[in-house]
């Protein structure tokens, strides 16, 4: 089956009404668990689908595993966040911390969503989506700032590490129940990251000029 084929596949599952209720009120059930308290490692498939009204072979037809649940929320979520970047907030010259602004002031109206993936579920549930959007913004920012590609390895790192800060923002913003706005998380985040950012692609590009 090639790409195009699993694509065309998957968008006429999306666009079936009675696919979309099911996978949506299995990731509602989901959701309400964690919320309330229920660890996911203790988390069944048996259990979510009977909070959802779904069998198990429903659950199944619509998600491999109860980690492809959360994922694929968060996905939709930043892939939402990452059609508003316009390629005005990535050029490095600018500083009214828009980029930044936006991600958060979004994870701040998602939050009752969010909250309960960011509190109980494994870091790497978080990072894995939050990885493909991030490197999808850094070849952007390459292109928009017109600096050389970076390396693979250091692209990989680089991504790595902006995904891990921002798990590890949103996971001590949760801690602390939410007392600072957005607006302030978004400045600190914007006054750690984007200089380093820079500063790794800027480097590439005296290196490519003195070789």
Known sequence: MTMATISTSNAQATADPRIRRSEAAIQQALLERLAAGRPFDALTVSEVAEHAGVTRKTFYA?????????????????QDIATHIDDDMLVFSRSNHSLA??????????????????????????????????????????????VPPLPEGDKAYLVALVASAVHGVLSAWARRDFAEPAEQVALLVDAVLL???????????????TT
């Open 101 to 146: 602004l936006l991600v958060f002031q979004a994870y701040e109206a998602h939050w009752a969503a969010l909250a309960p993936f960011i509190r109980h579920c494994p870091a790497g549930l978080f990072t894995d989506p939050v990885t493909g959007v991030a490197a999808t913004l850094l070849d952007r920012l390459v292109e928009i700032n017109r």
């Open 195 to 209: 200089p380093g950012v820079r500063g790794v692609l800027t480097r590439a590009d005296r290196q490519t000029a």
């Open 62 to 78: 619509r998600f491999g595993s109860l980690e492809q649940v959360v994922q694929r929320r968060l996905e939709a979520l930043l």
